[in-house]
């Protein structure tokens, strides 16, 4: 009796322990449920994980043509103009690029009148930026001459197409030729700017 009570109790024993084991191996989780588990979360293909910035971008070339120019990129919003990229000069260099008259705008080029306040007449702005320091008055006509000139090139230029081919005039207040007394350089009405074609007096 004592020998059935013992098999009965070990029977007993051995029937819990398997009720508190689990059904499968530790580890044999079901192929679905890990697959599942271990699929990260990934946005849409067409979902960039960065939102762009507001606004388009444009470039500002600063320098001559003799010296070579340094690219500045422009943030803008709303349609791309001549006076817009002009007035990005002048926010990027210090120099005033005050204009007498909107850019003019045709299928001979484009035509620029600074007016007689601006950086071209009245000289740089005192102090000047280190980055764009000008140590004479020639220099800083040709730059701020060839920086417009180049910019707006390229700015108005179609893919493919070729930024010399469009033409940059400059004239003053009146329709008057442009001229620098100070300087003794003229540029005369009836040909496209190029610096290297002004009048020396």
């Not at 449920?33 to 946005?43: K, L």
């Not at 007035?87 to 260099?93: A, K, N, R, Y």
């Not at 005033?96 to 071209?120: D, Q, Y």
């Amino acid at each position: 009796m004592k020998r059935l009570t013992i098999c009965l109790a070990a029977v007993f024993c051995v029937a819990l322990a398997g009720c508190g084991a689990p059904d499968e191996p530790a580890g044999s989780v079901p192929v679905e449920s890990s697959a599942a588990a271990a699929a990260p979360t990934v946005p849409a293909v067409d979902s960039p994980a960065v939102s762009p910035a507001d606004g388009q971008a444009a470039t500002l070339y600063i320098g001559t043509k003799a010296a070579g120019f340094v690219e500045y990129p422009l943030v803008y919003e709303g349609a791309l103009t001549a006076d817009l990229l002009i007035q990005g000069i002048s926010d990027l260099t210090g120099w005033n690029l005050t204009l007498s008259e909107p850019v003019i705008s045709g299928k001979g080029g484009m035509s620029v009148c600074l007016s007689s306040e601006s950086a071209l007449f009245a000289g740089p702005p005192d102090p000047q930026k280190d980055e764009f320091h000008m140590y004479s008055g020639e220099q800083l006509a040709e730059t701020v001459l060839d920086s417009i000139q180049k910019t707006l090139q390229m700015g108005f230029t179609g893919e493919g197409g070729d930024p010399d081919a469009l033409d940059i005039w400059y004239y003053m207040e009146g329709e008057q030729p442009l001229n620098l007394p100070e300087l003794g350089l003229s540029w005369p009405l009836d040909q496209p700017y190029q610096w290297e074609s002004a009048n020396r007096q």
